[in-house]
């Protein structure tokens, strides 16, 4: 790939992640916002958007550390919560096993819901591309950790997201980009199934592992039945490389 | 330990055991990947989606739940995407319906 092609691939990345990165600035404000009133300061909860990474443990431990929960229990739910990760990666390694393993090292830190989801369409629409991929990570990234920054220092002036419908920004960026997926009545019969599983799965528990329950359960169903729907995915990269 | 540097190891935990789950599977051997197994992983992506999506619709609060506006604008980004295929128009049309809902009746909404 020469420049001019990295430089294309990396404005495609920016701009594919704008509705999201906007999203991640409010909800990124409302984390930073939320952490100053628990006790933490501007600088912990920057860091911990910058180190961790992943808005659903970083809420989840908020209401923790206001109860005075144990360190390691604190590390436990993270750890659950981010279970799902296991299964999204598994997904991805087909790709990133014939990649650098430096490249693999470094995107792994990049690798939340929002992130795989963007990246995993670009894979399946048009193989890998190492400047996309890196370029919706770094974006994202950074919009989180801003987000909170501004929430910790202007958090006051954020709207309610459940007022305006906000969070259903996730939901229709998810939904749209699923689609794509559905190429057959197998994939659609699955994917419902998977749905109803995982709000089955939700309202026996918020710790967020009804997605790693309905990954499992999606991957048993395709590891189960025989290959029969053309592999379109990890089959179908394999045929672009080739 | 005081409370400063408790903090930051708390961080430094949660941010290494996270980064654990992303990184643990993210590279296997190719001799790993049977046509089987890459059948089932192939059908992973639509179990995660399914569940980052199905449950925000149907369940609050531990509970089945059903928002008209939420699930109109669902079908709309579907119906949208199949036709036009483009992820920002289903994104956008969607996301903006409910957004003017909201903003026109924030409280019936």
Redesign the interface.
């Known amino acids: 790939m020469n420049e001019q092609q990295q430089m294309a691939s990396w404005k495609q990345g920016i701009r594919?992640s704008v509705?999201v990165g906007m999203s991640f600035l409010v909800f990124g404000g409302i984390f930073g916002m939320l952490a100053l009133q628990t006790g933490?300061s501007t600088a912990?909860s920057v860091?911990?958007s910058f180190?961790?990474?992943?808005g659903s443990?970083?809420f989840a431990?908020l209401p923790m550390l206001v109860e005075g929960a144990g360190?390691w229990t604190?590390?436990m739910v993270?750890?659950f919560m981010?279970?799902?990760?296991?299964?999204?990666?598994?997904?991805?390694?087909?790709y990133?096993?014939?990649?650098n393993?430096r490249f693999?090292?470094l995107?792994?830190?990049f690798?939340s819901?929002e992130q795989?989801?963007i990246t995993?369409?670009r894979i399946q629409q048009y193989g890998f591309d190492k400047s996309y991929i890196l370029s919706v990570s770094l974006f994202l990234h950074l919009f989180w950790a801003l987000g909170t920054w501004l929430g910790s220092l202007f958090g006051y002036l954020l709207p309610d997201p459940q007022?305006?419908?906000?969070?259903?920004?996730?939901?229709?960026?998810?939904?749209?980009?699923?689609?794509?997926?559905?190429s057959s009545p197998i994939?659609v019969a699955?994917?419902?199934?998977?749905?109803?599983v995982?709000?089955l799965?939700?309202?026996?528990s918020?710790s967020g592992l009804?997605?790693l329950?309905?990954?499992?359960?999606?991957?048993?169903?395709?590891?189960i039945?025989?290959?029969a729907d053309g592999?379109?995915?990890?089959?179908g990269e394999e045929r672009k490389a080739g | 330990m005081n409370g400063d540097l408790?903090?930051?190891?708390?961080?430094?935990?949660?941010?290494i055991?996270?980064?654990?789950?992303?990184?643990?599977?993210?590279?296997?051997?190719?001799s790993?990947?049977t046509?089987?197994?890459?059948?089932?992983?192939?059908?992973?992506?639509?179990?995660?989606?399914?569940?980052?999506?199905?449950?925000?619709?149907?369940?609050k609060g531990?509970?089945?739940t059903f928002n008209p506006?939420?699930a109109g604008?669902?079908v709309i980004?579907?119906l949208v995407?199949?036709r036009w295929?483009n992820?920002?128009l289903?994104?956008?049309i969607?996301?903006f319906l409910?957004?003017l809902?909201?903003?026109l009746a924030?409280v019936s909404?």
Not at chain 1, 82 to 94: E, G, T, V
Not at chain 1, 190 to 196: K, T
Not at chain 1, 231 to 235: H, L, R
Request: glycine share 8%; aromatic share 16%.
């Open positions: 594919d509705p933490m912990e860091w911990m180190f961790v990474h992943a443990s970083q431990v360190f604190m590390v993270t750890f981010n279970s799902r990760h296991f299964l999204m990666a598994m997904s991805l390694a087909p990133y096993s014939r990649q393993k693999a090292d995107i792994a830190f690798l819901d795989y989801a995993y369409n007022r305006f419908g906000l969070e259903y920004s996730f939901t229709a960026m998810f939904l749209a980009l699923s689609v794509g997926m559905l994939r699955i994917f419902l199934g998977c749905g109803a995982a709000c799965l939700s309202m026996a918020t009804h997605v329950g309905a990954g499992l359960l999606a991957f048993a169903v395709g590891f039945r025989k290959p592999g379109k995915g990890a089959q | 408790r903090m930051f190891l708390l961080i430094l935990a949660m941010g055991v996270t980064y654990f789950t992303r990184r643990a599977f993210l590279t296997l051997p190719e790993f990947f046509a089987r197994l890459k059948n089932g992983l192939d059908m992973i992506p639509l179990g995660i989606f399914a569940a980052l999506i199905f449950p925000s619709l149907f369940v531990g509970e089945w506006l939420y604008a669902s980004c579907v995407m199949i295929k992820v920002f289903g994104f956008g969607s996301l409910v957004l809902v909201k903003f924030p909404a």
